[in-house]
């Protein structure tokens, strides 16, 4: 099992940055593919960015140019970076982990908000 903690959210300033972290901890022994989602009140969860296990990565349209995701395996950590954050980006922010069998772990969230 891979237990994930996101952390690095909080209240910012709209052109400001963040940087979430989530941290895997458990029975790490395989690589992954790992994402980042968020979920806005009242909306559905959306899909963010990817980083693949031979580092390419994907961004959606909306953050693309302003988010950038990372990978420190050493860590076992994956990282958010925003920039330029915008009050739509308002949102709880979840890092999954998809591994090469299918086996999927979502972290518990943690809260960004941007004001205007």
């Known amino acids: 099992q891979v237990q994930l903690v996101e952390s690095g959210g909080g209240l910012v300033q709209a052109g400001g940055s963040l940087r979430l972290s989530c941290e895997a901890s458990g029975t790490i022994f395989d690589s992954y593919t790992k994402m980042w989602y968020r979920q806005a009140p009242g909306k559905q969860r959306e899909w963010v960015a990817t980083?693949?296990?031979?580092?390419?990565?994907n961004f959606a349209n909306y953050v693309k140019g302003r988010f950038t995701i990372s990978n420190d395996n050493a860590k076992n950590t994956v990282y958010l970076q925003m920039d330029s954050l915008k009050p739509e980006d308002t949102a709880v922010y979840y890092c999954?982990?998809?591994?090469?069998?299918?086996?999927?772990?979502w972290g518990q969230g943690t809260q960004v908000t941007v004001s205007s």
């Open positions: 999954m982990w998809t591994s090469s069998s299918g086996s999927s772990y």
């Open positions: 980083i693949r296990r031979d580092g390419s990565t």
